[in-house]
């Protein structure tokens, strides 16, 4: 459901309501910045992604989490955020974000399963609609309070400096704090005593699948390391967590108690966890970080998949193939291998090469939808008509399963342009650049679409829909 807009209001009810506006903003200004989410989260050029490998550990790991907390698998999504930072966060409903700095620094499956845990507490918790109704009392109490403190401001003028503001102590604390710092804290408590709900709930849900609570306990370890000089002089009021050391305490006695805490990844699992890593480091490490943790001297297939990602990223083609290659004849059943070689030579510009491989990944991991869209960018990219055919059947399947993918819409545009059918290629078009936020250019898109398509049918219809499309106005 798309937010109201205000293109009929008037000005003078813009004008009347502006005051309202203006509290409750501030308010989310205090909240969400007290949250400390991930600058990735924070900032316009936060970069959202996509690597099948990658989605498919983290369902995996979530899997038994969700089962545990009575959560609907197919109605959450796990996103990865392009941030080195460690966190992870709830947001938009049913969405885990969780930044790919969180995942290179676990060193263990539990690890990162823990956090998991505690995101998963977040959800079944309802913890983001009660903030959200938080929020909406907050607005009142911080307008009533603007209106309360303006009065005894007008108050405290007339009776002068030793007039009845002194003999009350509960209207000095008001007038000192403040009435937008008296609801912040409020909230910040309320935020507060949900992070301690998802902990204790976390320890349940890994309980309850057999996993230990170890790995949660190290990460909020990690936590209070850094925090530590952070924290020290801080007003514990003021914080929407608890405060580090108060966290692992309590997680200490919960998990200890656990009959579970000694459980162990599986050393496949474990495998997989670092084949992660290693993907990471190679494709967003700098060099010399890259030689630092995976030195030649380490023969692990990990230290070899960071180092062919590494080289391909350096433009060193044939030592890239070389060692994926290598991979490959090790584990032939490896999908990820497969696709990574065919990214490799479709990237290269030599995207007929790229099919064999890209194919082979599509059918070891047939519901991989990253594979599925690049095979169909592959398919495009040999200029082939037939495979542009091949491509339309592919790429129309993937944004039926994803109808936000923006990526599988935009090379869905180009192979129907290359089959000779603009209506549906502009149609296309305008679905990718509409899901980009760019508003204007997907107008003009489907403008150009419907005029080709009949009145009423399935693309008139889509195209009417981006039409009058009007993105939501915040002032």
């Given at each position: 459901?798309?937010?109201?807009?205000?293109?009929?209001?008037?000005?003078?009810?813009?004008?009347?309501?502006?005051?309202?506006?203006?509290?409750?903003?501030?308010?989310?200004?205090?909240?969400?910045?007290?949250?400390?989410?991930?600058?990735?989260?924070?900032?316009?050029?936060?970069?959202?992604?996509?690597?099948?490998?990658?989605?498919?550990?983290?369902?995996?790991?979530?899997?038994?989490?969700?089962?545990?907390?009575?959560?609907?698998?197919?109605?959450?999504?796990?996103?990865?955020?392009?941030?080195?930072?460690?966190?992870?966060?709830?947001?938009?409903?049913?969405?885990?974000?969780?930044?790919?700095?969180?995942?290179?620094?676990?060193?263990?499956?539990?690890?990162?399963?823990?956090?998991?845990?505690?995101?998963?507490?977040?959800?079944?918790?309802?913890?983001?609609?009660?903030?959200?109704?938080?929020?909406?009392?907050?607005?009142?109490?911080?307008?009533?309070?603007?209106?309360?403190g303006a009065g005894a401001v007008v108050g405290m003028a007339r009776s002068g400096p030793y007039g009845r503001v002194g003999s009350d102590g509960a209207g000095m604390a008001g007038a000192l704090l403040g009435p937008g710092e008296i609801v912040r804290r409020s909230l910040?408590?309320?935020?507060?005593?949900?992070?301690?709900?998802?902990?204790?709930?976390?320890?349940?849900?890994?309980?309850?699948?057999?996993?230990?609570?170890?790995?949660?306990?190290?990460?909020?370890?990690?936590?209070?390391?850094?925090?530590?000089?952070?924290?020290?002089?801080?007003?514990?009021?003021?914080l929407s967590h608890p405060l580090p050391s108060e966290r692992i305490a309590s997680l200490q006695t919960a998990a200890k108690a656990s009959p579970t805490f000694n459980a162990k990844d599986s050393p496949a699992l474990q495998a997989r966890h670092d084949l992660m890593r290693a993907k990471l480091f190679g494709f967003m490490g700098n060099?010399?970080?890259?030689?630092?943790?995976?030195?030649?001297?380490?023969?692990?297939?990990?230290a070899r998949y960071a180092r062919a990602i590494s080289a391909y990223r350096l433009g060193r083609l044939d030592q890239a193939l070389g060692l994926i290659d290598g991979l490959i004849a090790g584990q032939p059943g490896n999908p990820y291998f497969h696709e990574m070689k065919g990214q490799a030579l479709l990237e290269a510009g030599r995207a007929g090469q790229s099919l064999a491989n890209l194919r082979q990944a599509s059918a070891l991991a047939p519901n991989a939808l990253p594979i599925r869209v690049l095979l169909g960018h592959a398919l495009v990219a040999t200029g082939n008509p037939k495979d542009a055919t091949e491509a339309v059947h592919i790429l129309t399947q993937a944004t039926q399963r994803e109808?936000?993918?923006?990526?599988?819409?935009?090379y869905l545009a180009m192979a129907e342009e290359r089959r000779g059918n603009p209506a549906n290629a502009q149609l296309a078009a305008a679905q990718a650049v509409f899901l980009q936020g760019k508003y204007i250019e997907a107008r003009t898109q489907a403008d150009r679409a419907q005029k080709q398509f009949p009145r009423g049918s399935p693309g008139w219809l889509k195209a009417d829909d981006i039409l009058n499309y009007r993105p939501p106005v915040f002032d």
């Open positions: 459901m798309t937010e109201p807009s205000h293109a009929g209001r008037t000005p003078s009810s813009r004008q009347r309501h502006a005051p309202v506006r203006r509290a409750f903003g501030a308010l989310l200004a205090l909240v969400t910045g007290a949250q400390s989410l991930p600058a990735a989260a924070q900032s316009a050029n936060a970069s959202i992604i996509r690597d099948a490998e990658i989605e498919q550990l983290l369902r995996e790991y979530t899997a038994p989490i969700f089962r545990a907390a009575g959560i609907n698998a197919s109605a959450t999504k796990i996103i990865l955020v392009g941030d080195r930072s460690f966190n992870a966060f709830v947001a938009n409903g049913q969405k885990i974000f969780v930044n790919v700095g969180a995942l290179m620094d676990s060193k263990t499956p539990n690890e990162i399963i823990g956090v998991l845990a505690h995101e998963s507490g977040h959800i079944a918790g309802g913890h983001l609609v009660r903030q959200r109704q938080e929020l909406a009392k907050a607005q009142i109490l911080a307008v009533a309070g603007m209106l309360m910040l408590a309320y935020q507060r005593g949900d992070e301690q709900a998802a902990d204790r709930a976390a320890l349940n849900y890994l309980a309850a699948s057999g996993q230990s609570g170890r790995g949660l306990v190290t990460t909020m370890e990690r936590f209070q390391n850094d925090a530590l000089f952070k924290t020290s002089q801080i007003d514990p009021y003021l060099t010399g970080e890259v030689a630092r943790r995976y030195p030649v001297s380490d023969t692990s297939v990990a109808d936000d993918n923006a990526e599988a819409w935009q």
